[in-house]
């Protein structure tokens, strides 16, 4: 089904809707159009971050009911990657993708539309559902890449992921600006149906795994965590940046509109392209995976996490501040890439529900620190930010410096729930070529 391997970027895949071979190796312009769609997809996760501040004045409403936007978006994020993203490993991922991307932008549209506050908040966790569908995307990507390209091939994909993340907050912050806060979520809307169409065009399948269930998917799940100390370790990770990271630009806003700066939504939005510094770490990161550095580069990357707070807790000085987001954002989105890489050493069977023990870890983690920056910034302003972001750091080292020896890498094994493969399979198992 496949068709010839080319000189470029891998491999050639099977042609839209037609059934391509794990491990075949991805075409370089097939990789690029789905860094793109990660970026589109989650941006619709952070576009409301610069706005709470506008968002809590044109609703009349505190900044704890105003921050349940992000929180509960990032707690729909995680219940999409729990209950959908795992029929990734049951049914045809394209025609689980092309559904949840309309669905997408018909939510985006209501968001546009919302008449209030609670609409609006209603409607973003439904997108957060919505959204899970990257971690469909990212996996099948993995899968359809071959071993020597899947380290450059996942950093590709969360280079196009992150841009997303960070150029979100300016572009909501400048649309702001120009029309209000509603045409940030139509623009969404529109974005998202093209998107939708190119990939029902270009987006080629794999095979389905034969054999199991819904309720064994979810048992499965379950199981991983339960059986995978390499796993777990990567979710406690993670969840711990995410939270550090979505408690900076959670936070972030309502500090930046207050004195001494009172900066307007789109000055605020400009922050995210400080960012960007995270997304170009991405590739390397994922090309220090491929040479087996991954675990020295995860402690030297969380270090900086911990750096990252103490120079932001000089927040009188916008100099810190800048020195402490763009540190902070390399730090989180370099773990995450070395650990979304390493996690996709398991086998290509059990891929969907990898990333959905690691990605609902990642989320839930999120949304915990949402939650923490509404609640501690209006209790003990900026330093009290300040101090939980640099303990959430400090946790993550103490993980990483008990890895090699409390945890082995991944098992070479699969759950008793996952269903035996048919001859002729891929039965590739166990860990990436170089753990770390």
Not at 38 to 62: H, R
Not at 100 to 115: K, N, R, S, Y
Not at 369 to 374: F, I, K, Q, S, T
Request: hydrophobic share 50%.
């Amino acid at each position: 089904m496949t068709t010839e391997r080319s000189r470029r970027g891998g491999a050639a895949t099977a042609p839209a809707g037609r059934t391509a071979t794990p491990g075949s190796g991805i075409p370089r312009s097939l990789v690029l159009l789905l860094a793109a769609a990660c970026g589109l997809i989650v941006a619709n996760n952070y576009y409301a971050q610069p706005l709470l501040p506008d968002l809590q004045d044109t609703f009349g409403v505190s900044s704890a009911v105003i921050g349940l936007c992000v929180t509960l978006n990032q707690l729909g994020y995680a219940a999409g990657l729990i209950l959908v993203v795992p029929l990734g490993d049951l049914v045809s991922r394209r025609r689980l993708i092309v559904p949840m991307l309309v669905a997408d932008a018909v939510i985006l549209a209501a968001a546009a539309a919302a008449p209030g506050a609670w609409a609006l908040i209603a409607a973003l966790t439904l997108a957060g559902v919505t959204g899970s569908v990257i971690n469909i995307l990212i996996p099948m990507t993995a899968t359809l890449a071959d071993d020597t390209q899947r380290g450059r091939v996942v950093g590709t994909l969360m280079t196009g992921l992150l841009l997303g993340v960070l150029l979100a907050r300016t572009v909501a912050g400048a649309l702001d600006e120009l029309a209000g806060w509603r045409l940030v979520y139509a623009t969404a809307a529109v974005l998202i149906a093209a998107l939708t169409l190119i990939l029902y065009r270009k987006l080629p399948d794999l095979p389905v795994p034969p054999g199991s269930s819904y309720p064994r998917l979810l048992a499965s799940v379950a199981s991983l965590v339960r059986t995978e100390p390499f796993l777990r370790r990567r979710m406690a990770i993670g969840a711990a940046g995410f939270a550090a990271f979505q408690l900076l630009w959670t936070a972030l806003p309502f500090m930046l509109a207050k004195e001494p700066y009172g900066y307007s939504p789109a000055i605020i939005g400009l922050f995210g392209l400080l960012g960007a510094a995270g997304a170009l770490c991405a590739q390397p990161a994922g090309r220090l995976q491929d040479r087996g550095l991954a675990h020295t580069a995860t402690g030297l990357l969380l270090t900086a996490i911990v750096a990252s707070w103490a120079l932001l807790a000089g927040h009188e000085i916008l100099a810190l501040v800048i020195a402490g987001i763009l540190l902070l954002d390399v730090g989180v989105q370099g773990v995450h890439v070395l650990n979304q890489a390493r996690i996709y050493g398991y086998r290509p069977q059990i891929r969907s529900r990898v990333t959905t023990a690691y990605m609902s870890a990642y989320f839930l983690g999120g949304s915990a620190g949402g939650a923490l920056a509404v609640t501690l910034y209006p209790w003990l302003g900026w330093p009290g930010v300040c101090a939980v972001g640099g303990a959430l750091g400090l946790a993550a080292i103490a993980l990483w410096a008990t890895e090699r020896v409390r945890t082995a890498p991944p098992a070479e094994t699969v759950p008793p729930t996952e269903p035996a493969e048919p001859a002729g399979r891929d039965t590739q198992e166990g860990p990436a070529p170089h753990p770390g």
